[in-house]
């Protein structure tokens, strides 16, 4: 890098170097998700301070993104890129290719990845996994072991294929993703709820002989029912109404979309099902097309 600087991805490393089972916690891809960081920082502590209670190999990359977490940058900074659609990268392309294809060289030995992200800075996002079809046969019973409270299946999109997880699946390197939170904030519940189910998982794999976490929850799984996506039909500020991650009843109002110019309600959105918000707006200004919520129903 310019004026003498190396760019450097740090990982922190419990266990020998030829310990099985080899399971990588991967964050910090998105410069303005920080959840993540929080999660690193109590699964590091509670490895390094009971090192005796493991059997196998626990890697944490906190920072994926360096340069990105560092100016708060979604991300890339200078390069303009967003790091998540250029995996699986290339030896001879641009620095940032060579960058996610050294990533997943060092990646893709392992025995399962959890690759932990927030939202952005306008939605909140329940603890959540996201499982490509393709991938729910392998991918459902390690997502159930990890504390969350709803685990989508989705559709694979022509998007996906330039992510890190789909990258790794794809070369068989099991790869589960996580989405809590909001962007550029930290939710110490949602986090020490994701902590607790990574030492579950850890105990299932028989790398952690340590104390199994309490009241470990039962995920929803939506491969039964289906996902609605609400939009903005118009422009403004919204105002909620309903709460994230409750259930609601169809044609129940979700919030007003108003204009502070005139005082007029541009629109009422109501939601169109009976069932689970799992994604809800939180940044207040919205144009036309702009996401409001997803709601889960298992009819």
């Given at each position: 890098?310019?004026?003498?600087?190396?760019?450097?991805?740090?990982?922190?490393?419990?266990?020998?170097?030829?310990?099985?089972?080899?399971?990588?916690?991967?964050?910090?891809?998105?410069?303005?998700?920080?959840?993540?960081?929080?999660?690193?920082?109590?699964?590091?502590?509670?490895?390094?301070?009971?090192?005796?209670?493991?059997?196998?190999?626990?890697?944490?990359?906190?920072?994926i993104n360096p340069l990105g977490v560092d100016s708060v940058c979604r991300g890339i900074p200078t390069f303009d890129l967003d790091m998540n659609r250029i995996f699986p990268g290339a030896?001879?392309?641009?620095?940032?290719?060579?960058?996610?294809?050294?990533?997943?060289?060092?990646?893709?030995?392992?025995?399962?990845?959890?690759?932990?992200?927030?939202s952005n800075i306008f939605l909140y996002e329940m603890p959540q996994a996201r499982i490509s079809e393709s991938t729910v046969e392998y991918l459902l019973p390690y997502a159930e072991m990890l504390n969350l409270n709803f685990i989508w299946i989705h559709q694979a999109a022509t998007v996906l294929e330039s992510t890190i997880a789909h990258s790794?699946?794809?070369?068989?390197?099991?790869?589960?993703?996580?989405?809590?939170?909001?962007g550029m904030r930290i939710t110490p519940e949602y986090g020490n709820q994701l902590v607790d189910g990574i030492f579950n998982l850890l105990r299932n794999f028989g790398?952690?002989?340590?104390?199994?976490?309490?009241?470990?929850?039962?995920?929803?799984?939506?491969?039964?029912?289906?996902?609605?996506?609400?939009?903005?039909?118009?422009?403004?500020?919204?105002?909620?109404?309903?709460?994230?991650?409750?259930?609601?009843?169809?044609?129940?109002?979700?919030?007003e979309i108003v204009n502070p110019l005139n005082g007029k309600v541009m629109q009422e959105v109501c939601s169109p099902i009976d069932g689970l918000i799992f994604t809800m707006r939180g940044y207040p200004v919205v144009y036309e097309g702009s996401l409001i919520a997803r709601i889960y129903s298992p009819n």
């Open positions: 890098m310019p004026v003498l600087e190396h760019l450097q991805i740090r990982k922190f490393v419990v266990g020998s170097a030829e310990a099985r089972p080899r399971i990588c916690i991967v964050t910090g891809i998105h410069g303005d998700e920080l959840e993540g960081q929080y999660v690193c920082y109590k699964i590091a502590h509670k490895l390094r301070t009971h090192q005796s209670k493991i059997n196998g190999r626990v890697e944490i990359y906190p920072a030896t001879d392309g641009h620095v940032v290719e060579r960058i996610a294809h050294d990533v997943v060289e060092d990646l893709k030995d392992a025995d399962l990845v959890i690759d932990i992200h927030s790794l699946n794809s070369i068989g390197t099991p790869t589960v993703v996580v989405e809590m939170g909001i790398v952690w002989s340590g104390k199994q976490p309490e009241n470990i929850t039962t995920p929803i799984v939506s491969n039964k029912g289906s996902v609605s996506m609400i939009n903005a039909g118009a422009s403004g500020i919204v105002v909620s109404y309903a709460e994230h991650g409750t259930w609601v009843k169809a044609n129940q109002r979700l919030c």
